[in-house]
Every structure is written in C-alpha cells, then in structure tokens.
C-alpha cells in the first residue's frame, strides 16, 4: 500500500508527532510506503507532485518538534483558490488528479473542521480514500474530546497567566490577556481556571462590562489590588462587535478585543490596566507530553484504519481511547464550550467570574 500524508490549516504543536507515529507504524509494521505531501494540498498541484518519501531513518528525532515537517497552509481552498485577477477559480480537478500522480492508495489528512471537510469533499469528488486526524489548538471538533495541539496552546497560556499574576500584584494592576481559539472559549476557559484568573471572558457566554468591573472592584474591596482577566479573542465587546480586522491579503482575522477591555476597565475603575497578546506562541514550541502521546495514538489508529480499507473516518479520543468516526459527523458537530459543564461550573464554584454577573 502506498500512503500520503498531509498537514493542512494552521500549524500546532504535535504534527510531527503524528507524522513520525504513522511511518513507524505503516513502514515497520506493514511494510507500506508513505509520501509526506508538503503545504497541505498545494504540493498536489505540483507536477511533479511536491512530495517526499518518509522512512523511520527520516522521520527519527522528530517527536519533541512544534511546527510540521510537511509545512502546512490556511490559505487556497481548492474549490476557490487565488486566482491571477483576484478573483478565485476552482483548482480541486488538478489537485484530485495529483493524488493518482502520486499513486496513492489512502491519504491520511491531518486538519481542523475547515480543512477536513474540504479533503472530504476532494475525496468524494475524486475517489480518494481519506482518513482524519483532528488537530487544533481551538478544540472545537466534534466527536473527539482531545484535538492534537490543544494541549500545549493551554499549557503557554496557563504559563502566561502565571507571569502575569506575578507582575500584577507588584504593581497593583489588572493584566489582560487575550488567547485564541477562534469561536470557541476552550483556551481561554482552561488556562483561565489552571492559572487561577479572575474573570474569564468567553463567546459562548455574553458578558456584561460592568459585571466584569464589578468583580475587580469586589476584590479591591476584600484588599486584593490585583486581577488577572483571560479573554478570548471572538469575544464581543460592549457594543455587540466582534473586534476582527483585514490584513494586507484581504484576509479577516480576530484581534484587539484585549484593548478594548482594558481600556474599558480602566476607565470604569480607575485601575492600571496592561494587556499581552498572546498569538502565535500558543502554536508554536515543543509538545507537552499528553500531545506526544495522544498525536501518536492517532497516527498509529489512522494507519491502521487505512489497512483494514476503513475510509471515510477521522480518529478521535474518548474516554482514554482511540476511536473513529466519519469525518462528515465530526466536521458537522461543532464543540463549543458548554456553558453547563463541567469546567464552566468548577469556575463558578471558584469563584472566578464570567462577567454574566452569576
Ligand atoms: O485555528 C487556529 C488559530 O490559531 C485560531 O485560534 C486563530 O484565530 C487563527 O488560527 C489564526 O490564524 P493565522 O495563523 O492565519 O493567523
């Protein structure tokens, strides 16, 4: 068998890991080939196709790695890719024809919801047999409890937290920090609780401005002159917008939601407010362990769903366990925060407030 594998949408820690587990399974326990593609489907419209061949020899010392050997991209969906003129044109004929180029008989798509469903869409269209590996470090795939890269994002904003804290209470001020996470609150939520935060502003629960300076206030009173505010980036602000802007490319993307509260804070309470962004640092960097370890679960699981002709399905963690599921069901069914579970109520129970004045 002959089988590709590619990393697709934004980068986070425990790619490689996942790449490294699926030679190692598929070279040394079935004797399979596998081309890693580079940039995501890019390399598939290249003629010859942009892809190398990976053996247990070129995949050693990779584990510990952030980022993907095979590189990756967010950018040209196949069905609507840059066109010369700036408008788009639809290269997926040229990217499907490259996985024959290539002779494949399975591709393993590492991705997010975004980019698994458009890999699932070429597979339909073009009779690849795909399987799913879920990564982001948003979390907000469905039907796997654990997305590869998640961990470690949590884990540098956890970290961020805790030197915020520090220089918070030196200087009596309240720190902001932004995290990512797109539409769903999980980083912000988790690191938030981890690092012991104040307030945690998340979209999947609208909050009050007030609320939230009445917290800041509250511990003033109790002679606490310090606080520490996670906000996640989707947040809305206290008009109802969604802080995003464009970039050079015409590109839209979150950001500034930090300012704004801190602006906001100050000027209610009277308090020094600072902010730190945290970006792209939440992506990068060394996996933590549970990212090893669930990154190779899944290399090792797609591999052998590709043996056993189990297309059509995206590996998953539960309850301790890999499982698999159809792409399509896992791309359908959205995880945001659950403003009832668990951590949301471990948070209450805290103390920590979401600015919804409960
Ligand atoms: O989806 C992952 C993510 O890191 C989001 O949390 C963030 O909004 C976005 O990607 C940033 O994308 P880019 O790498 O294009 O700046």
């Known amino acids: 068998m002959r089988i590709g594998i590619l990393t697709s949408g934004g980068d986070c820690a425990g790619l490689n890991a996942v790449i490294r587990a699926a030679v190692l399974r598929a070279v040394n326990g079935y004797g399979f080939e596998v081309w890693g593609i580079h940039e995501a489907t890019h390399g598939l419209l290249q003629r010859p196709v942009a892809a190398t061949r990976l053996t247990p020899e070129t995949v050693r010392g990779i584990l510990h790695l952030g980022g993907t050997i095979l590189r990756t991209t967010n950018r040209g969906n196949p069905f ?11 290269r997926s004929g040229e990217i499907g024809e490259g996985y024959r180029e290539l002779g494949l008989d399975a591709l393993i798509g590492v991705g997010g919801d975004g980019s698994l469903a ?16 879920p990564k982001t470090i948003d979390n907000d795939l469905g039907h796997t409890e654990q ?56 979209p999947e629960i609208p909050h009050d401005i007030a609320r939230v300076c009445e917290k800041i206030e509250e511990r003033r009173r109790k002679g606490r002159n310090f606080s520490l505010v996670v906000v996640a980036e989707s947040v809305k602000a206290s008009d109802g917008d969604v802080l995003m802007y464009t970039d050079a490319h015409g590109q839209s993307r979150y950001g500034g939601i930090g300012r704004v509260l801190a602006e ?15 970006g792209h640092v939440q992506r990068g960097g060394s996996p933590i362990p549970m990212d090893r370890v669930i990154a190779s679960a899944f290399g090792v699981a797609a591999v052998d ?20 599921v ?26 920590i407030s979401f600015g919804d004045g409960r």
């Open 80 to 90: 609507a890719y840059p066109g010369p003129d700036g408008g788009t044109i639809d």
């Open 118 to 133: 458009i890999l699932r869409r070429l597979a339909q269209a073009y009779g690849w047999n795909l399987i799913g590996v």
């Open 147 to 202: 997305s590869i890269g998640f961990g470690t994002a949590v884990t540098v904003a956890t970290e961020a937290v805790d030197r915020l804290h520090v220089t918070a209470a030196s200087h009596n001020r309240v720190m902001v920090l932004e995290v990512m996470g797109r539409d769903a609150g999980h980083i912000a939520l988790t690191a938030g609780i981890a690092g012991g935060a104040d307030v945690i502003l998340i």
């Open 264 to 278: 906001e804070i100050a000027r209610r309470t009277g308090a020094e407010t600072r902010v730190t962004v945290l």
């Open 305 to 324: 769903l590709a043996a056993g002709g189990r297309f059509d399905r995206m590996v998953g963690w539960q309850n301790r366990r890999v499982v698999d």
């Open 326 to 351: 159809p792409i399509a069901e896992a791309v359908a069914r959205y995880q945001a925060v659950d403003p009832g579970g668990t951590l949301v109520m471990t948070a209450r129970g805290l103390g």
